[in-house]
Every structure is written in structure tokens, then in C-alpha cells.
């Protein structure tokens, strides 16, 4: 059984930072490729970033680019999401998610995707 768990969210000042941490449990973590999405009220879940199995290869969305950095760490099957500058728009509750080993989805879209964690809620305040 494969399980994801978010931890790190909370409440934060415009211009403040969190790191948001996805534990994962079943399954060989190292070899999928991992994203973060995040989901405003009123607003269809959208993609954030995502990481290659190694770590090596990263990818944002644009308005993220050079204010978050995804990360992982093999030995202590955990993606984590550091957030930085943040904005009151970045307001969302935030999932990490494993990508399938095979699928023709761009690693942008949801449905690349088979599991995910519950979500943990971010709020930035102006």
C-alpha cells in the first residue's frame, strides 16, 4: 500500500518561507518521478513542481520559478518543496503526488499521476 503524507504547511507573512516534506511509504521511492500540485479555492488543481527519479532533472510552473526548489531525498523516501518569497496568491492547499512509471501524460497534468497525499494547507497573508 502505497502512501503519501504532507507535513510543513501553516500560515506565513507575505515575503516568509515554508518547506513542505512528502513522506512516502510502499513502494521503491527512487525509481518515480515525483510532483507537487496545489489547489486554490474555486480553482482547478494545478501543477507546481516536479523532480526526476535521481533528483537530477526539475521543472516549475512559471510563476514559482526562483522562489520554489523541489528536492528529494532517496535514503529517507521524502520529496520536499522549499517556498520561498511567498506571495498571497501562493494561498492553497498544497499535494505531492507519484507519478506513474508509465504513462503518456505530460508530468504537468494530473493524470500522470496515481497517488497522492491529503494535502496540507498553506496560507500567506498580505
Known amino acids: 500500500q502505497v502512501q503519501l503524507v504532507e507535513s510543513g ?3 506565513v507573512q507575505a515575503g516568509g ?6 513522506a512516502v511509504s510502499g513502494g521503491t521511492f527512487r525509481m518515480y518521478f515525483m510532483g507537487w500540485f496545489r ?4 480553482k482547478e488543481r494545478e501543477f507546481v513542481a516536479a523532480i526526476s527519479w535521481s533528483g537530477s532533472n ?14 528529494r531525498d532517496n535514503a529517507k523516501n521524502t ?10 496568491e501562493d494561498t492553497a492547499v498544497y499535494y505531492c503526488a507519484r507519478r506513474r512509471l508509465s504513462t503518456y ?3 504537468q497534468s494530473a493524470d500522470a499521476y ?6 496540507t494547507q498553506v496560507t500567506v497573508s498580505s
Not at 489547489?39 to 474555486?42: I, L
Not at 526539475?58 to 514559482?64: I, L, Q
Not at 520529496?79 to 498571497?88: D, I, R
Open 39 to 42: 489547489q486554490a479555492p474555486g
Open 58 to 71: 526539475t521543472y516549475y510552473t512559471d510563476s514559482v520559478k526562483g522562489r520554489f526548489t523541489i528536492s
Open 79 to 88: 520529496v520536499y518543496l522549499q517556498m520561498n518569497s511567498l506571495k498571497p
Open 17 to 22: 518561507s515554508l518547506r513542505l516534506s512528502c
Open 114 to 119: 496515481d497517488y497522492w497525499g491529503q494535502g
Open 105 to 107: 501524460s505530460d508530468y
Open 9 to 11: 504547511g501553516g500560515l
